[in-house]
């Protein structure tokens, strides 16, 4: 089964500066996807990034990029010119290309990251 | 606006209640999927669904039901609510393809007393 792995329960980071918010992931599969969500304290869970495994290149939106290690097995999300915005906790996640019983389009989250940005 | 509703935002119930979590997507999603958050452990899924009248259980479906009768709606159910029980509920839609991720609802935070 796979497993997906935030070691870093709280970060800080001040604002308008960078953060690396970091992810772990455990799957014996090749091919698959991993998301970032965002989730403030309204409680509503937002796409940040994807990323499909069979791709290279690192995933980019705006301010939020990715690196992507597929042999290492990590996804580590970087936030440059922190906002006070970006305060909340941040969920990595793993979803497999296989369909059957049981793997349909399921999400593995990690456990969060809760996220907090100084003035 | 594409949407994912669940019905209340918070919600107190007594131990040994049936309780009925609703919530409903107006993106003609295939999959439908119910998620329990509490501190620490992330979220965890309970139960899903991948078509009408469709259910699978999740990673913790012990005490809990699903109710899948139409495309658009997909209800959760507890038998008999519990104290442990208590947590946010958040329910999630997507597509049938792996690629694309959730559109998550705000999420019901229940309490059992």
């Known amino acids: 089964a796979q497993t997906v792995t935030q070691s870093q329960p709280e970060m800080s980071v001040q604002e308008a500066e960078t953060v690396t918010l970091s992810c772990t992931y455990d799957t014996s599969e090749s091919d698959y996807y991993l998301f970032w969500y965002k989730q403030p304290p309204s409680r509503q869970m937002i796409l940040v990034i994807r990323q499909e495994a069979y791709k290279q290149q690192n995933a980019t939106e705006n301010r939020f990029s990715v690196n992507f290690q597929k042999a290492a097995k990590s996804f580590s999300l970087k936030i440059s010119d922190s906002q006070l915005g970006d305060a909340a906790m941040y969920f990595c996640a793993y979803r497999s290309s296989l369909f059957g019983s049981g793997n349909t389009g399921k999400l593995i989250f990690g456990q969060g990251t809760t996220l907090q940005v100084k003035p | 606006d594409v949407k994912v509703t669940q019905s209340s935002r918070y919600l107190v119930k007594r131990t040994g209640e049936k309780v009925f979590l609703e919530c409903v997507q107006d993106?003609?999603?295939?999959?439908m999927f119910w998620y329990r958050q509490d501190p620490g452990l992330g979220l965890r899924l309970i139960y899903f669904?991948?078509?009408?009248?469709?259910?699978e259980k999740g990673d913790i479906p012990e005490g809990y039901s699903v109710s899948r009768e139409k495309k658009e709606r997909f209800s959760l159910i507890l038998e008999s609510a519990s104290t442990n029980q208590t947590s946010m509920y958040l329910c999630a839609s997507s597509p049938g393809a792996a690629n694309y991720g959730y559109t998550f609802g705000s999420g019901t935070r229940l309490t059992v007393v």
């Open positions: 669904s991948y078509d009408v009248k469709m259910k």
């Open positions: 993106m003609d999603h295939e999959n």
